[in-house]
């Protein structure tokens, strides 16, 4: 039996898709929003975390690494993810989390059983829709922390609160603003967060 957390903040689409993953019998299958996924993660040790790359609650930006962490020692807890081929950025952060499998959000939901079952073997799986955006990703300019601030940037947050949020300082935030408006090209925050928004980053 393969036990899976899926972790999605849309309710209604969470529950649908796990009610379909649980009409197969070799799977047990546990849905949490991200902002308990973490705590239930440690609770159940799931051998596969199926989780969507949205995140509502902290700005946007999915906490991967407390998924991958589930089953400290056992290795046995892997993570899958829910990716939008459009948005390269995302997909870069899964593969710094060492996801090791992608699926296509766009895709059908026998192709996302089919992936739990291979990442829960110890396969990886990346679905052939993704190709482009891995390599779209592995092109951008900016690194996993750039894209962190920026996606908080994006999403409204204040330096200040982009600190709190990533425990840094004022300053330091301030300094990878910086390094990010240069990198992008943009003339300025706003129009670092118009670009990175249209190639995908965020």
């Not at 799986?125 to 779209?136: I, M």
Request: charged residues 25%.
């Amino acid at each position: 039996m393969i036990r899976v957390l899926l972790v999605h903040d849309a309710c209604l689409l969470r529950s649908a898709l796990a009610e379909r993953l649980a009409r197969e019998p070799d799977l047990e299958v546990h849905h949490s929003a991200w902002r308990g996924a973490p705590a239930l993660a440690r609770l159940l040790s799931p051998d596969v975390c199926a989780a969507d790359l949205d995140c509502s609650e902290s700005y946007g930006i999915a906490p991967l690494g407390e998924l991958t962490g589930c089953r400290p020692g056992t290795g046995k807890c892997r993570l899958l993810v829910l990716a939008d081929a459009h948005r390269p950025g995302p997909l870069k952060r899964a593969a710094d989390a060492n996801a090791r499998g992608y699926v296509d959000k766009g895709g059908t939901p026998e192709q996302l059983i089919f992936a739990i079952r291979q990442v829960a073997e110890g396969k990886r799986f990346v679905d052939d829709s993704l190709g482009f955006s891995f390599l779209r990703a592995s092109e951008m300019p900016l690194t996993r922390r750039e894209l962190s601030v920026l996606s908080l940037a994006a999403e409204g947050a204040s330096v200040s609160d982009i600190a709190l949020r990533l425990h840094l300082s004022n300053g330091t935030v301030r300094n990878y603003m910086a390094a990010i408006t240069r990198k992008t090209g943009a003339r300025n925050r706003v129009d670092a967060i118009r670009i990175s928004q249209g190639e995908g980053w965020v």
